[in-house]
């Protein structure tokens, strides 16, 4: 009867709900299965009187709050329904509208997986964020093993540094004693043959009668000899160490070499040949002129001494300019600049590399008994000492080259001031005189020699073995022309004595003796001080003081010549009238 009455409303019911392959029958609450997405709810109305004129509308509350009219339709669909708690209804009606009471519900429950749930995005957050400070921690811990591993590496790297260091200094210090070593072994085989042959003469001549005075003659003749090659070799010396009095002058090398050409050629056998190619606009130089000489010298019999069978040796001068990149790759000793270069070549034996070397090594030779060791390295001396610089080039079989650099000066030949050659001196008696000559020299043999040299001319002498003695003898009144010094003195040293004295006595001049040069004194702080180096002869001094009190002082050679130190390099730094 409620079915058939046209004027009740159609009964609904929900008949099935499906999700997925999973049919669900209905009743007041359903749970889906746990991550069901799509959904088909069936239903239907009962309505006899008009059953084709029943309408139907539908929502699924919570997901869809709005409802659907869906005809005579009667299934529901719904996809991608999320999580959640939902109610769906479903109401029947007619044409004219729908019956409030004509409805059915039900309660439906969507489970959510695990990864759909509200704590899931904050547990992956926490996972990343662990994650993105597990890589922190292994990129810190991978760093602080590679900057481990680094510090490892560097401190071997400065351990090996310290090593190569200190093996590189110890290989220095090995090598500087083995130079030492040879030098010194050097020079005590020179001097002790010196002194043999010294000795052998003294004693000769003492055990000879006084009435063979010929004999005595020879013998100390003989000693002198000997002292004369004891001083060359002291002079060699010196010049290896560049430690010689130099009195530069502007000159040409080409003046030089013209000037010695007659003496090379008696010094060359006749199967030499002697080629001399000066360069006509050679540029000017400044240094000692008998230094040069002796560097021409040494260069030229050291390229004789290598071709005993013949050849030839070439003298060449040329200007030459190096700018940065040239002296930087081919004479790194070199600076930028103009240079003067004198070039000696020979055709003979040539140097293998490891005696090229060496070359300029004291006490270096290769000639055995017949030289010395010192010809090179006094050559290198020199030149360095000059404010030059020396290579040399030497193929085996070949020959070899030197090149000796002097630094090129603006001046010409036509605006050079050449100094005027001067006669040779002719032999004379020794000069006298009766001036007042203070001696002080600490060595007892010396001081004797001189007094009795001075004394023997005519010169009255006072000696003081020390400075204060000096002093004393000067502050009581004692006459005073001359002081002769020893630069080496216990106590103050040669210039505060020399600056004592002429304190008290302005007028008084002053010679300085020495075997050394890197003690010559500063020519402002001595006044119109002279020189003389050790060893000398008893002539040399004579003549030196007799310059030096103001007696043939404008011909006498050498005279009124001041010597100036500057570091270790002596160097002549003009003429004063005396």
């Known amino acids: 009867e409620r079915y058939s009455s046209p004027e009740g409303p159609p009964t609904v019911h929900i008949e099935q709900l499906q999700s997925g392959d999973q049919a669900l029958m209905p009743a007041e609450r359903i749970e889906l299965p746990a991550g069901s997405q799509d959904l ?10 008009q059953p084709e004129h029943v309408q139907f509308r539908y929502r699924l509350w919570g997901y869809d709050n709005e409802w659907v009219q869906a005809g005579s339709r009667r ?3 719904f996809t991608k329904v999320p999580p959640g708690e939902y109610v769906f209804e479903v ?50 811990a991978s760093i602080e093993r590679h900057a481990a591993a680094l510090g490892r590496e560097i401190e071997n790297r400065k351990k090996a540094e310290r090593e190569r260091a200190l093996m590189e200094s110890s290989l220095m210090e090995s090598s500087r004693l083995e130079s030492v070593g040879r030098l010194a072994g050097g020079i005590a085989h020179d001097f002790n043959n010196v002194l043999t042959a010294v000795v052998g003469h003294a004693e000769q001549a003492l055990a000879t009668p006084t009435t063979d005075a010929e004999s005595i003659k020879d013998n100390l003749e003989g000693v002198i000899e000997c002292s004369d090659r004891a001083a060359s070799l002291t002079r ?3 010049a290896f160490s560049r430690q010689q009095v130099l009195r530069p002058s502007t000159i040409s090398a080409n003046d030089i070499i013209d000037g010695l050409q007659p003496m090379l050629m008696q010094l060359l056998p006749e199967n030499i040949e002697l080629v001399w190619q000066p360069e006509a606009t050679l540029a000017d130089i400044r240094v000692d002129p008998g230094q040069l000489e002796q560097v021409i010298m040494n260069l030229v019999l050291n390229a004789r001494d290598a071709m005993p069978k013949g050849g030839r040796i070439i003298v060449a001068t040329r200007t030459i300019t190096f700018d940065d990149e040239t002296s930087r790759d081919t004479q790194q000793q070199l600076s930028a600049g103009r240079y003067a270069e004198i070039s000696v070549a020979d055709t003979g034996s040539g140097m293998a590399p490891d005696v090229a070397a060496r070359a300029f090594d004291p006490f270096f030779t290769t000639k055995g008994t017949n030289g010395t060791g010192l010809g090179l390295a006094s050559v290198h001396g ?29 001046t010409s030949a036509a605006t050079r001031q050449l100094p005027a050659r001067k006669p040779p001196r002719p032999q004379r008696d020794a000069p006298t005189g009766s001036e007042h000559i203070l001696v002080c020299e600490d060595n007892a043999a010396i001081r004797t020699i001189i007094q009795r040299t001075l004394a023997s001319c005519g010169y009255k002498v006072d000696v003081a073995a020390s400075p204060e003695q ?40 002053v010679l300085f003796i020495s075997g050394y040069t890197d003690d010559v004194l500063n020519a402002e702080s001595t006044g119109n001080a002279e020189f003389l180096q050790k060893p000398f002869r008893p002539s040399d001094l004579l003549e030196k003081v007799r310059q030096t009190l103001g007696r043939e002082s404008d011909d006498a050679p050498g005279a009124g010549d001041r010597v100036k130190v500057v570091g270790q390099n002596t160097v002549a730094s003009g003429r004063t009238a005396s």
């Open 75 to 77: 299934q529901a669909y």
């Open 40 to 49: 088909t709810v069936a239903y239907t109305g009962i309505w006899l009187h």
């Open 470 to 509: 000096a002093l004393e003898m000067v502050r009581e009144g004692q006459p005073l022309d001359l002081l002769i010094s020893d630069i080496m003195l216990p106590g103050m040293n040669g210039q505060e004595l020399s600056a004592a004295i002429t304190h008290l006595r302005p007028f008084v001049r």
């Open 91 to 140: 109401t029947a009606g007619t044409a004219a509208g729908f019956f409030d009471d004509a409805s059915a519900s039900i309660a439906i429950a969507v489970p959510a997986r695990f990864y759909q749930t509200t704590w899931f995005p904050a547990v992956v957050m926490l996972a990343v964020l662990a994650l993105l400070f597990g890589l922190h921690r292994y990129r810190m």
């Open 236 to 238: 060699q010396l010196l």
């Open 382 to 410: 020199i030149v360095l000492q000059s404010g030059g610089q020396i290579t040399l080039e030497s193929t085996p079989s070949r020959g070899t080259t030197f090149h000796v650099y002097f630094p090129a000066l603006a």
